[in-house]
């Protein structure tokens, strides 16, 4: 019997365009990120956790699905979310998704 399952680095995301987010399923229920569009950005603005659901790691793990998917879509990223400017602050590999000017 293992104590700590291995993080998972990738996971299943449906981008529901009706709802303007990107979802996975947890244990806990629906994760999602909110965005918007404007030109050729993408505003992160918000992250909805399901009820009790306060594990970090996942949320990073989603974060870093998602800015994968904005690499692959040549968009500029946004971070509205204080949140998700912190995620990108620890990851700073992300920030040449930033459009020029912005520095977080």
């Given at each position: 019997?293992?104590i700590m399952?291995?993080?998972?680095t990738?996971?299943?995301?449906?981008?529901?365009?009706?709802?303007?987010?990107?979802e996975?399923?947890?244990?806990?229920?629906?994760?999602?990120?909110?965005?918007s569009?404007q030109?050729k950005?993408?505003?992160l603005?918000?992250?909805?956790t399901?009820?009790g659901?306060e594990?970090?790691t996942?949320?990073d793990?989603?974060?870093?699905n998602?800015?994968?998917?904005?690499?692959e879509k040549k968009?500029?990223?946004?971070?509205?979310y204080p949140r998700i400017?912190?995620?990108?602050?620890?990851?700073?590999?992300?920030?040449?998704l930033?459009?020029?000017g912005?520095?977080?």
């Open positions: 019997m293992t399952e291995p993080i998972e990738t996971m299943e995301i449906k981008d529901n365009t009706f709802a303007r987010q990107f996975t399923i947890v244990p806990e229920g629906l994760l999602s990120v909110e965005y569009f030109e950005k993408i505003f603005t918000k992250i909805n399901p009820e659901f594990n970090q996942t949320i793990v989603l974060l870093k998602i800015m994968e998917i904005i690499i968009f500029k990223l946004m971070p509205i400017v912190l995620f990108i602050k620890k990851n700073p590999e992300y920030k040449e930033l459009p020029p912005i520095r977080i």
